[in-house]
């Protein structure tokens, strides 16, 4: 099961900030943070990821609170190409092997960004 | 271009015809792995190679095969397709371990009629 919960659904307005949350309170301190998009049936698209610090790139940004029970991706200035499914995951820690590279997609956040 | 390129974008076939999905990086990534997509069930990892000749199953294996015979290509083969194997696949790649990207290619829609 995937160890994040995200909000549905959340509309933004075209030009605004999209600030996307998450919560993944059980996240162990190995666990990195990592979010993808998906644009309707195409390949989930790597966005960003981080361990503890904030991190930032030509995309996006990614704001980890200090305990890492949650965590918000922001969209800096959201355009009508960004409306996709957005996905938070917690990479799994575990044996050397399958555990460390598979990603568990959960449901996501569907964001709408209206002109 | 980095890319993952899976072959061919679209198939129709009829159960029971072999037929072997191709997967192709160009990163010199170890680590591979196929998934499915369904709707209500989100994807699911099907199998994952951690380098040349090491091949393990995932969560969703029955059915299918892989080989990873060179490190850049993992095939992703169904010996006798089913109706219930109707769905989009999708190849990933990475260099391995919890701090490298999962690199997605764009995906197959494979219809089993």
């Known amino acids: 099961d995937a160890k994040t919960t995200q909000p549905p659904s959340m509309d933004c307005a075209e030009g605004r900030a999209a600030n996307l949350p998450c919560n993944h309170s059980?996240?162990?301190?190995?666990?990195?943070v990592y979010w993808y998009r998906q644009i309707h049936s195409q390949g989930p698209q790597y966005i960003i990821h981080g361990l503890k610090n904030n991190e930032t790139n030509e995309m996006a940004s990614l704001i980890i609170t200090e305990d890492r029970k949650s965590s918000t991706l922001i969209l800096p200035h959201a355009t009508l190409r960004d409306t996709a499914v957005y996905y938070c995951i917690v990479r799994v820690a575990g044996d050397y092997g399958g555990s460390q590279g598979n990603l568990i997609f959960g449901k996501g956040t569907k964001l709408s960004v209206k002109p | 271009e980095a890319q993952v390129t899976q072959n061919p974008r679209y198939l129709i076939t009829v159960t029971g015809k072999k037929l072997t999905v191709t997967c192709s990086q160009n990163?010199?990534?170890?680590?591979m792995s196929w998934y499915r997509q369904d709707p209500g069930l989100g994807l699911r990892q099907i199998y994952y190679s951690m380098n040349v000749e090491v091949t393990d199953k995932g969560d969703v294996p029955e059915g299918y095969k892989v080989s990873r015979k060179e490190k850049r290509n993992f095939p992703l083969i169904l010996e006798s397709p089913s109706p219930n194997q109707t769905s989009l696949y999708f190849c990933a790649s990475s260099f391995g371990g919890l701090n490298s990207p999962l690199h997605f290619g764009n995906g197959t829609r494979l219809t089993v009629t």
């Open positions: 059980t996240i162990s301190g190995n666990e990195y």
């Open positions: 990163m010199n990534h170890e680590y």
